[in-house]
């Protein structure tokens, strides 16, 4: 084949690259899509406040009435059994149930928001990984984070490291897989 034809061939198959490439991919809507996770999860985040305030509430008067029940003598001010310390406490949970509602919404929202970023920036997020047997589900991302770190340190360092946050059982555990 001459050489001419075969650079042009070459040439034509870049180009046929470089534009299903760069077309793949609308960065404007991307940016667009990653704005509305932004305010997705911001609005997640204040409702995820406004639940933990309503759960405060909640618990607030909850025991209030429990105080109220146990000792009415110094506790019922209004005279009436307690019925209205039920009342506020009931009328806190109901509060809760609905911010916890509002929660909810605002996670699917963020969840929704985060599919759209898949589709509109061509990226797939990775799978969260397999917990570890035998490490506590709150130590799961410092086993991570250690594993990572297994081949640029020793395993004597490891778990020095794993061991100021976790127990010798559980840093074996997690040091012990691939």
């Known amino acids: 084949m001459p050489l001419k034809l075969l650079v042009f061939i070459i040439t034509i198959i870049m180009a046929t690259v470089v534009v299903d490439v760069a077309g ?19 609005e997640a985040i204040n409702a995820s406040r406004r639940a933990k305030s309503a759960e405060e509430e909640y618990e607030s008067k909850k025991s209030d009435y429990d105080r109220c029940r146990r000792f009415p003598d110094t506790y019922d001010f209004l005279g ?25 919404s605002a996670l699917s929202s963020v969840d929704i928001a985060t599919q759209d970023v898949k589709s509109s920036c061509g ?17 799961q991302r410092m086993c991570a ?31 012990s897989r691939p």
């Open 123 to 139: 990226y797939s997020f990775a799978n969260p990984a397999t917990p570890m047997i035998g490490v506590k589900p709150e130590h």
């Open 24 to 42: 793949a991919v609308s960065y404007s809507g991307c940016a667009s899509e990653l704005d509305e996770l932004k305010n997705a999860a911001e």
């Open 145 to 175: 984070t250690i594993k990572r770190l297994k081949s640029t340190m020793k395993v004597e360092d490891l778990l020095g490291l794993c061991n100021k946050t976790m127990g010798e059982t559980e840093c074996q555990a997690c040091l």
């Open 80 to 104: 009436d059994q307690c019925r209205s310390k039920y009342r506020y406490a009931k009328d806190a949970q109901d509060e809760l149930g609905y911010a916890v509602g509002r929660l909810q």
